[in-house]
């Protein structure tokens, strides 16, 4: 297929399958980084991936970007589509993902929640309303006041990453960390959101606070690269799990 078919496919495609199938490296012939990951993830699914540090967690989430290498042998398919043979950048233009921290462009919040200038301004505040920020936004010259770092808190950087993620509207959202270090009332805006707009769409979420993910469809658990278990939380909580220790530590 052309790379133009290609991207066509995946952005359009109504639902999301994700299986990868990975060894992975930073460069070619490096260190391993993930070794045989296999996971079959099924379109809709709410799939959480724990662990403690260092075990792989953000690796996943930049493997399914294309951010690092993987081996000849390795694959990952989304819908079919051995995205490993495609262009990094048609991937990551289809995968909607919601980092820790959010970039800023210098320029308006408006450029700063549609950077492609796609969205009209009912959309962008639509989707700022969404997650409780249009409010602060409104009192300081709404859309075409300038965003600096320090316009917005840690927590509410958050939450604007997550209205970015509301107008991209992508079938696939993967989210790193996202409760990481912010208080327990952002963090329930921030469940909530995704629990309520995003519940068509595959997600991948890496969690911080287990108990953001324990009412997903299944959980990863991964160790030092590898992938210890794979089921729904009520199998894993319901024995002496990998799962279990980290929940309750």
């Known amino acids: ?16 399958n994700v299986h990868p199938e990975a060894t992975t490296s930073y460069s070619a012939g490096g260190t391993l980084i993930l070794k045989n990951i296999n996971i079959d993830i099924k379109p809709g699914e709410k799939i959480g991936v724990c662990g403690r540090t260092g075990s792989g967690k953000s690796s996943l989430i930049m493997t399914l970007l294309r951010l690092l290498e993987v081996t000849p042998e390795s694959t990952i398919i989304i819908d079919g589509v051995n995205i490993t043979n495609i262009p990094r950048q048609v991937v990551r233009s289809a995968i909607n993902a919601i980092p820790q921290d959010a970039f800023v462009l210098k320029g308006s919040i408006r450029l700063n929640a549609s950077p492609s200038e796609k969205h009209s301004d009912e959309e962008i505040i639509d989707a700022l309303c969404k997650v409780h ?24 950087k958050r939450l604007f990453c997550l209205a970015r993620a509301l107008l991209r509207k992508g079938r696939i959202v993967v989210v790193d960390e996202i409760s990481s270090s912010i208080d327990i009332a952002t963090d329930k805006v921030i469940q909530q959101v995704i629990r309520q707009e995003f519940e068509e769409v595959t997600i991948i979420s890496i969690a ?37 220790d980290l929940y309750n530590p």
């Open 1 to 16: 297929m052309t790379e133009a078919i290609e991207k066509r496919r995946i952005l359009l495609e109504p639902y999301r």
């Open 133 to 156: 920020l249009w409010a602060l936004i409104e009192s300081k010259e709404g859309l075409d006041v300038d965003l600096d770092v320090d316009f917005f808190s840690p927590g509410q």
């Open 208 to 244: 911080h606070r287990l108990d953001s993910i324990v009412d997903f469809d299944r959980i990863a658990v991964l160790s030092d690269g590898q992938l210890l278990e794979f089921d729904t939380p009520q199998t894993l909580l319901n024995e002496r799990s990998a799962f279990w």
